[in-house]
């Protein structure tokens, strides 16, 4: 894994938000959303001393990022784990993408879902615009959305929860969307408005809306599963495909 670079990351936890920017800290809690790492491998890692650590790590503990616990196999070592959500980071700020979609907002004044489109948009880029990387916490948002709309959908099987699923995007938005079941399941959504009005920026933007599918195949299917935008208007390409993982 590589170091991170110098900057403030998010974590939430059941006290609230901490902002983290000390380099050391930062290189151990992503090890740690990996997975629980033992304080041995923790000094391997990030190439310090092991009183250097221990300090970080109680640190970590005392803004409950972490926990601490005995390895079963072995009592004499401990393992730590994350306690905490990573909701974002500080970044270069973007602003060429945020007054771009400020002018969508005033050109789309009289069409209602329009406006509350680019709108939406332009609250997501606007983060950006101020330096700010919000698109785990809107992600994360989009999970509880979708765990609580998910008693409107009739289907418990994954093969006919999907086509549920496109049929309630295109209700909801005026898009198409196409199902795929073999290989890698996925859903491709088409979106004229999107195609015209939202900028290339290199990097997916509907984190909102991926999180609300991964919330729905949640809470109905009871299963751990994964949903990611690997392809969408924000790099280039002309539909967004949300691949599924179960």
Known sequence: ????????????????????????????????????????????????????????????????????????????????????????CSQEPFSGHYRSLLEAVASNGNDKFRFMEALFHALRYGFEAYGIDNSPVVKMIGIDIGKHVSSNF???????????????????????????????????????????????TGKPFCALREGIIEGILKEKLGKECGVLEIECYGTGHTHCLFEIII
């Open 1 to 88: 894994m590589a170091k991170p670079e110098t900057k403030t990351e998010f974590f939430y936890t059941e006290k609230g938000f901490v902002a983290v920017d000390s380099p050391v800290k930062l290189q151990i809690l992503n090890l740690l959303r990996e997975e629980p790492k033992s304080f041995d491998e923790i000094v391997k890692y990030t190439a310090k001393a092991k009183s250097t650590i221990s300090v970080h790590l109680n640190d970590l503990k005392s803004y409950r990022l972490v926990e601490e616990k005995f390895d079963p196999e072995d009592r004499r070592k401990k393992i730590y784990s994350l306690t905490s959500r990573y909701m974002g």
């Open 154 to 200: 009739e289907s418990n099987t994954f093969e006919a929860l999907l086509p549920e699923i496109a049929v309630f995007l295109e209700s909801h938005g005026d898009c198409q969307v196409s199902v795929f079941t073999e290989s890698t399941p996925a859903l491709k959504v088409e979106d004229s408005f999107k195609a015209t009005s939202m900028p290339v």
